[in-house]
């Protein structure tokens, strides 16, 4: 089974950038989607994005459009989420998730990284 571990977070100003990394071992990435979903304190998970494993389609929510970008990288076991413009709202713990049946079905989890976003 695939084991996932993120990293990237960290403090941040409002309209500021951050790159999120999430490195997988155990398996090959190559058979699974692979999400990211955020938790801010007090309130619900929230699915951000997620690529495919069959076409690399992705996914994106309507508060991150035009802001993050998610990508992979198969051949190194890896998965990005390149935020930009970020703002207070994005302030959450971020988690990589993997699901070998699609993006709606994140089935393994990692142990999330903060993103702080403030001035």
């Known amino acids: 089974q695939v084991q996932l571990v993120e990293s990237g977070g960290g403090l941040v100003q409002p309209g500021g950038s951050l790159r999120l990394s999430c490195a997988a071992s155990?398996?090959?990435?190559?058979?699974?989607?692979i999400g990211w979903v955020r938790q801010a304190p007090g309130k619900e998970r929230e699915g951000v994005s997620c690529?495919?494993?069959?076409?690399?389609?992705?996914y994106y929510a309507e508060s991150v459009k035009g802001r993050f970008t998610i990508s992979r990288d198969n051949a190194n076991n890896m998965v990005y989420l390149q935020m930009n413009s970020l703002k207070p709202e994005d302030t959450a713990v971020y988690y990589c998730?993997?699901?070998?049946?699609?993006?709606?079905?994140?089935?393994?989890w990692g142990q999330g990284t903060l993103v702080t976003v403030s001035s």
């Open positions: 998730a993997a699901g070998t049946g699609g993006c709606r079905y994140l089935e393994v």
């Open positions: 690529i495919g494993n069959t076409d690399s389609s992705t």
């Open positions: 155990g398996a090959s990435l190559d058979y699974y989607a």
